[in-house]
Structure formats: C-alpha cells, structure tokens
C-alpha cells in the first residue's frame, strides 16, 4: 500500500498552490480591485462650467493695459528686476524731482504761517504780510503860554551852553528866527534835519521860533555834541530872557547839562574797558 500512496501525494502536490504562484497573482487581482473611475469623471465636472473661464480671463487681459498707466506716472519709482537692477527702458525711469513743485518764498512772507494755521483751527488763507513803514517821529511841541519877553530893538540876550568838549557862546535878538552859526545859516553848518529839530526846540517851546534870531560861536567837539552845546546855549539865553520859563523849560529837559562823554583810557587796557586777550602761559 505504500507504494500506492505515492502518487496521490504527488497529485496534491499539483493541485495545491504553491506559496510563489500567490505572490505572483497578487499584482493581477489589484488592477481589478482599484478601478480608475474618478479620474474618468474629472474632466466631465470641470467641463460643466463654461462660463467662469471666461470671466477670469478678463482681469489678466485688463491687468497689461493697466501697467503703462502706472509707469507714466512720475511719482513712481522705476521697475526693478528681480536681481535688483532697473529696467533698462529710459521711458519707463522717471527724472529725479519731476514731481516737486517750485517752493520760492517771497521776502517777508512766513512760509509756516498756514501750517500753523491749520494746526490751530484757524483759516487756510495765508494773510498778507505787511509791509511796515518806517515813518519818522515828529515832537510835537506845544509852546508855552503867558511868555513875556522884552523885545526892544537893542535887546540881547547871552548864554553859554555846553556838550561833551564843544561850547557853544549863544546871543538872542529880536529878529525873524534866523540862524547864523560861525557866520554859516543853520542848514549848511548842520546838514542833519534831526539836529536842526533838536536845535530849534528851545525856540518853538517858548513860541517865539519866527522873532528872535540865534548867533551864536561854536567850538570843540564833532556835529553831534556841537548841536547839543547849541541847544543848551540857547535855552540858558530864554531863562536870561525871562526867569519864569525855568520850571518849563527844566521839565523838558532843555537846561539839564549832558554829562555823558568818552570815559578815559586806563593804564594796562587798550581803551577804557576793552582789555587785551587773556594767555595762561
């Protein structure tokens, strides 16, 4: 019986699978398994939709019209590359300061005046500057009542006035209020109109600026102290005229000696404060 047995053993051995034949079967029965349906179907959902393409489309083809529009404008700064350099289209590279307006400020007028309006809350119109007038004061000089002098024809009245190192030896007469200094009229020997208003002051206080002539002798200092002396001499002769003028007179000012003058040099300075520049060593 043994013998017999042999060739059923062979016969299942046939008939069974073999582990090798599984694995290679195994490939085979995958395709089967996934069928690729999905990727079929794709194309027919996208397909459905045939109106959006279009619509998307029309941006990209309006975006190339737009970029000219942007490069003509000034303010823009030129294209750059991704390497960081600029285009090498001259058209498309604006000229530095193109876009700057012309900012000239006129003379007296402050630039900052509507900016600071506007930060405040007040208007935006930039007033107008104004233009100040340089006018010149004017004393006028109110003349003083009840002046009793003696105008007789041989009526002389003297004085002596005094300014810095000038003097001035003054002589009043009856006359019709001319001026004669060093044998000189007024307007020649004092060119400046300031000097000759201060000059004539004393006169035109006490009224009598159009009847009594000045003649009077100058010497020492310059223009400014001689006219000063001059002043001084004659506002003396008026209080010589008539003694009650005083208290007027010396309430304007016109008898009151001006001490101010050079200080002197001292010894180690070069003028009277001025001091040499100092050296440590």
């Known amino acids: 019986m043994a013998p ?23 490939p085979q029965a995958a395709p089967e ?12 959902a996208e397909s459905k939709p045939d ?10 083809q309006a975006a190339p019209q737009e970029q000219p529009a942007a490069q003509e404008s000034p303010g823009r700064p030129a294209a750059k590359r991704s390497d960081g350099a600029q285009d090498d289209n001259p058209a498309a590279v604006p000229v530095p300061g193109a876009d700057l307006e012309v900012d000239i400020v006129p003379e007296g007028v402050d630039p900052l005046a509507a900016e600071r309006s506007y930060a405040y ?3 935006d119109e930039v ?28 009526a002389r009245y ?15 007469r009856p006359g019709s209020g001319s001026y004669t200094i060093n044998g000189r009229p007024l307007d020649a020997y004092f060119p400046r109109e300031t000097l000759q208003r201060n000059i ?7 009224g009598y600026e159009e009847r009594m002539d000045v003649i009077a002798r100058m010497q020492g200092g310059g223009v400014s102290s001689q006219a000063g002396a001059l002043r001084h001499g004659i506002s003396r002769a008026l209080l010589e005229a008539d003694p009650n003028l005083r208290g007027e007179l010396k309430r304007r ?15 180690g300075l070069k003028k009277a404060r001025k001091r040499p520049q100092f050296s440590k060593r």
């Open 200 to 206: 004539r002051q004393p006169l035109e206080t006490v």
């Open 33 to 44: 398994a996934t069928e690729p349906e999905a990727p079929a179907e794709q194309p027919a």
């Open 51 to 60: 109106a959006t393409p279009t619509e998307e489309t029309a941006p990209t």
């Open 4 to 26: 017999d047995e042999t060739p059923d053993t062979d016969a299942e051995a046939v008939d069974a699978p073999t582990p090798d034949a599984e694995v290679t079967e195994q």
């Open 127 to 154: 007033e107008e500057p104004v233009v100040a007038e340089v006018i010149e004061e004017i004393v006028v000089v109110e003349p003083i009542e009840e002046v009793a002098i003696d105008l007789a024809a041989g």
């Open 158 to 172: 003297s004085a002596t006035g005094k300014r810095k190192t000038a003097i001035a030896r003054v002589t009043l």
């Open 121 to 123: 809350g007040g208007e």
């Open 253 to 267: 000012g016109f008898l009151t000696r001006d001490a101010r003058a050079k200080e002197r040099k001292k010894a």
